[in-house]
């Protein structure tokens, strides 16, 4: 009879499994947090010097209830909200560095987390209803890319953007200098072309992109546009990053455009040198080295040591590099 009342009364607490459905986590989540190292994160059973005679560990709901907030939010994360507009994380956390869409942060499953509220990301998607689905500067199969010059009849048109639909489906918008805007479809079907294409080229493997904010342009000839035409002929599309929100921010890998010098092309370096702000601009005999401005540095630790690092970085949900990082800076 003892043992009747026994199995009723667990059976009144949740599981194991059931306490993961409620925090949105896996089973196997539960049993870390059953030991977190720290107590108010602990989720504490009912039964912890029993759990394996009664089949399991079992949780009274309040508990679970306590530390609900800590796993599941009705705000959305910055990767929430780059998924449910069909953005990257990167251009999420650019909107919220720039103060596009407000934001708070809080703890949230171990780590520090960019909470949006639900109204804010609406605003925005409402805002920008021509934001495209992803971040896309290039199109493969066209050959087309973000900022591309196209003529007909002497008259010039730009494109000013590049929406994918999914994965087969590319939305391409053009612009003339009288604020004209045709598709890409209807603008090949009118007879205009690219002034020029470009070839794609490999990835460059260094680490690192230098980065350039540019005001957004006034004018389809300005110079800013000229000078991205040059980042895509000579660094080539798959090297190159591109989002546009109040400003046109470019980041680029290590590089060097060649025959750009201030001999020749003296208002394009000027111009590089103002708009960046990570890197640096270096005159070389045969062009202008673009350098991102890291250095690698090679030190040694304890392997316990390397592994509390590389463990709390996965904890973060950021790279040993970016972990590093800002250990370093937040030391300065």
Do not use: C
């Not at 998924?83 to 956390?93: A, D, H, L």
């Not at 609406?122 to 010059?149: A, H, R």
Request: glycine residues 6%; without cysteine; proline residues 4%.
């Amino acid at each position: 009879m003892l043992l009747l009342e026994r199995l009723v009364e667990m059976s009144e607490y949740l599981t194991v499994n059931e306490a993961a459905l409620e925090l949105n986590i896996t089973a196997t989540s539960i049993y870390k947090i059953v030991n977190h190292e720290d107590p108010s994160k602990q989720l504490e059973p009912v039964n912890r010097t029993t759990y394996k005679g009664d089949g399991g560990y079992r949780f009274h709901r309040e508990e679970v209830e306590r530390i609900k907030p800590s796993y599941v939010r009705d705000d959305l994360t910055s990767s929430q909200a780059a998924e449910r507009i069909g953005r990257s994380k990167t251009f999420i956390q650019t909107l919220l560095k720039e103060g596009v869409i407000p934001y708070y942060e809080d703890d949230f499953r171990g780590k520090r987390t960019f909470f949006i509220k639900e109204e804010h990301l609406q605003k925005y998607e409402l805002s920008n209803i021509n934001s495209g689905k992803y971040d896309t500067s290039y199109d493969k199969k066209t050959g087309v890319y973000l900022f591309q010059p196209f003529i007909k009849d002497g008259v010039t048109a730009r494109v000013v953007e590049m929406n994918r639909i999914n994965r087969y489906k590319m939305d391409i918008v053009l612009q003339t200098g009288t604020e004209s805007r045709f598709s890409y479809v209807e603008a090949v079907k009118d007879g205009w072309v690219p002034s020029f294409t470009i070839d794609q080229k490999k990835p460059i493997s260094t680490y690192g992109y230098a980065r350039f904010e540019f005001p957004i342009p006034a004018t389809l000839d300005s110079m800013i546009y000229v000078i991205i035409e040059e980042f895509y002929k000579q660094v080539g599309p798959l090297n190159i990053r591109i989002s546009v929100t109040e400003k046109l921010i470019v980041e680029i890998k290590k590089s060097v455009l060649s025959g750009i010098l201030p001999t020749t092309h003296p208002d394009m370096i000027d111009k590089l040198k103002l708009f960046i702000t990570s890197g640096e601009i270096i005159t070389k005999f045969d062009g202008t080295l673009i350098d991102t401005g890291l250095s690698p540095i090679t030190f040694y630790l304890p392997e316990q040591r390397k592994m509390e690092l590389i463990e709390k970085a996965d904890r973060a949900g950021v790279s040993l590099q970016v972990l590093l990082e800002t250990l370093l800076t937040t030391n300065n």
